[in-house]
């Protein structure tokens, strides 16, 4: 399916999920076990699959269990699966429905920041298998997405700032407004009465201005072989570090807190790539570094640069000996450079690891 979905965002629609739900002969939910006490009543019957939270879920034995869920709960075609959680639930819930009966309906309702901006758009599905990230998958876009950005009041301080690093890589794709109020936010902290309404006003406004740009990108490349590349900006990288934790069983890594290493890479990769001329301003990887400090996020890592580079073969975007990496110069300026030397990803990370 490549159909754009149906986007509300509206704040408290948790409670009331299960009336805004599309009609369907029946329908199965997946949540995981942080979410599932978030959700109102009016489930009655309804089937569902409660996940242990985390990227482990994100496997080939979890993805045949809820197969075998799906199966034994007598879902057809004419039945939807609604994944209401991160991430982890939504890209294994969109998996699970593309390959139930070669591919029944599902709604996406993401409840963590990385899930509202990016994870839950764009019909990219995924679990691990092997060594890599996201290494298999389908494009099985959900025919609604549902966004309550209240729910992000009780997501962990670490994963909202987790999803700031996914909101800042989207901005400085679209520069201009949103990359200034994405560069404004402050870091999520216990807010007192008085300002949380304006720290939630502008959170909502930024996710829905990610949310914007992305599906945007995604209507004009579905199946991301044009500009819909551009959203891999950090990614190389930022992949490349998550394996490489995951391959140490290491959960300690977020997927958010990953990217934003991959950016300060991307940008240092910039500028090596493409030098400016000497001036007065501060660097992109400069500014991107303050603000993932001010937001508590890692800025560097115990990786070998070596290791990350022989991480980064196993992309899926990898041609041959080089490798296509999604640069950044300055905010708006952003662009998907092919055939990258690995000897200049070394230097990158060299550099980005050792500041
Ligand atoms: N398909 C895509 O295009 C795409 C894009 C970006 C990321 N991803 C994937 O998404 C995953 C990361 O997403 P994530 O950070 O949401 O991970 P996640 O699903 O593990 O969620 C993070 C944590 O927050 C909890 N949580 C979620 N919502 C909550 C809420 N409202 N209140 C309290 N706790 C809540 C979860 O239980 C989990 O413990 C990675 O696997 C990544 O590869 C996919
Ligand atoms: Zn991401």
Redesign the pocket.
């Known amino acids: 399916m490549t159909s754009t979905p149906s986007l509300t965002l509206r704040a408290g629609l948790l409670a009331d999920l299960p009336a805004l739900l599309p009609a369907a002969a029946a329908t199965f939910l997946l949540t995981?076990r942080?979410?599932e006490p978030?959700l109102g009543q009016g489930w009655g019957e309804i089937p569902r699959l409660v996940l242990v939270?985390?990227?482990s879920s994100?496997s080939w034995a979890q993805l045949g269990d809820i197969l075998r869920a799906l199966d034994l709960a007598g879902l057809n075609r004419d039945g939807q699966l609604v994944a209401v959680?991160?991430?982890?639930?939504t890209?294994l819930g969109g998996l699970a429905a593309s390959l139930h009966r070669r591919g029944i309906p599902w709604v996406a309702v993401p409840?963590?920041l990385?899930?509202q901006v990016?994870?839950a758009i764009?019909g990219?599905?995924?679990v691990n298998l092997g060594s890599g990230?996201?290494t298999i998958g389908t494009f099985h876009q959900p025919t609604n997405v549902l966004v309550d950005p209240q729910?992000?009041r009780?997501?962990?301080p670490r994963?909202v700032h987790?999803g700031y690093a996914?909101m800042l890589k989207t901005a400085l794709i679209a520069g201009d407004s949103l990359w200034q109020s994405v560069r404004a936010l402050q870091a999520c902290t216990d807010e007192s009465d008085s300002n949380r309404e304006v720290y939630e006003a502008a959170l909502c406004s930024c996710v829905e201005g990610c949310l914007e740009v992305k599906q945007a990108l995604v209507d004009r490349d579905p199946f991301d072989r044009g500009p819909r590349r551009l959203l891999n900006l950090g990614h190389t990288f930022g992949h490349a570090f998550e394996s490489l934790a995951l391959q140490r069983s290491d959960d300690e890594l977020?997927?958010?807190e990953a990217v934003g290493l991959g950016l300060l890479c991307a940008a240092r990769l910039g500028s090596l790539l493409r030098p400016r001329e000497l001036s007065d301003q501060e660097s992109l990887e400069d500014i991107l570094r303050e603000r993932l400090a001010s937001w508590h996020l890692p800025l560097t890592s115990m990786e070998v640069p070596e290791d990350i580079v022989r991480a980064m073969r196993s992309d899926k975007k990898r041609q041959g000996d080089t490798h296509t990496v999604v640069i950044a110069r300055s905010a708006g300026e952003v662009s998907i450079e092919e055939k990258v030397p690995e000897e200049l990803l070394e230097q990158a990370l060299t550099a980005v690891l050792s500041t």
């Open positions: 995981d942080h979410v978030l939270p985390g990227e994100k959680g991160g991430g982890v639930v890209d409840t963590s990385v899930g990016d994870a764009g990219k599905t995924a990230k996201n729910a992000l009780t997501l962990a994963h987790a996914e977020l997927h958010g």
